[in-house]
T-cell receptor, first 117, second 116 residues
Framework: NAGVTQTPKFQVLKTGQSMTLQCAQD?????MSWYRQDPGMGLRLIHY???????DQGEVPNGYNVSRSTTEDFPLRLLSAAPSQTSVYFC????????????????FGEGSRLTVL | SQQGEEDPQALSIQEGENATMNCSYK?????LQWYRQNSGRGLVHLIL?????REKHSGRLRVTLDTSKKSSSLLITASRAADTASYFC????????????????FGKGTKLSVIP
């Protein structure tokens, strides 16, 4: 019962470095997404995907890239890290419902805590 | 921008008391969901209520939805110390086609402390 697995759990970067946060789910969910959580800001959507080969931007996509080559994996790439990207990042997945209710129950990973110096 | 806003920001109660948290949102929705987050952990789904539903129960949880007021409430009855956590509402706004938007938008959360 792995669910949603995120790696690494902790990471420290220097400004300008790049890195990839990994996310994998074993529930055959069509929908996957990345959120960032900052103190007092709640969760904000970065990117999401409704299936392999399909990605779209959320509320705060700048500075991040994603791809979805398989149903299971949805990596988040930081192209050139900035201190403003210091945050806790959560990956979440879900089945897609048919009909008017599209986004169902999200299953979250345990988070990746990133510090950019 | 935040679609849902929880109220109060923080709530402290004694074990055994009921806890009520409110969520207000701005645009029409397909569904509204409540999540719990323990300190340092990921979010856990509690309950989903659709726009055509007015009330839903799950164990000690009761959720109401008033689409005319664009608001929802989460009631936790007979609270326990283990209920100490942050609680978030999340809305699936109606997209242009009338279907969901695929973008679940979270509020800033209510931090609940249950004192033993």
């Amino acid at each position: 019962n792995a669910g949603v697995t995120q790696t690494p759990k902790f990471q420290v970067l220097k400004t300008g470095q790049s890195m990839t946060l990994q996310c994998a789910q074993d529930m055959n969910h069509e929908y996957m997404s990345w959120y960032r959580q900052d103190p007092g800001m709640g969760l904000r959507l970065i990117h999401y995907s409704v299936g392999a080969g399909i990605t779209d931007q959320g509320e705060v996509p700048n500075g991040y890239n994603v791809s979805r080559s398989t149903t299971e994996d949805f990596p988040l790439r930081l192209l050139s890290a900035a201190p403003s990207q210091t945050s806790v990042y959560f990956c979440a997945s879900s089945y897609l419902r048919t009909g008017p209710t599209n986004t169902g129950e999200l299953f979250f990973g345990e988070g990746s805590r990133l510090t950019v110096l | 921008s935040q679609q849902g806003e929880e109220d109060p920001q923080a709530l402290s109660i004694q074990e055994g008391e009921n806890a009520t948290m409110n969520c207000s949102y701005k645009t029409s929705i397909n569904n509204l969901q409540w999540y719990r987050q323990n300190s340092g952990r990921g979010l856990v789904h509690l309950i989903l209520i659709r726009s055509n539903e007015r009330e839903k129960h799950s164990g000690r949880l009761r959720v109401t939805l008033d689409t005319s007021k664009k608001s929802s409430s989460l009631l936790i009855t007979a609270s326990r110390a283990a209920d100490t956590a942050s609680y978030f509402c999340a809305t699936d706004a109606t997209g242009e086609s009338g279907a969901g938007s695929y973008q679940l938008t979270f509020g800033k959360g209510t931090k609940l402390s249950v004192i033993p």
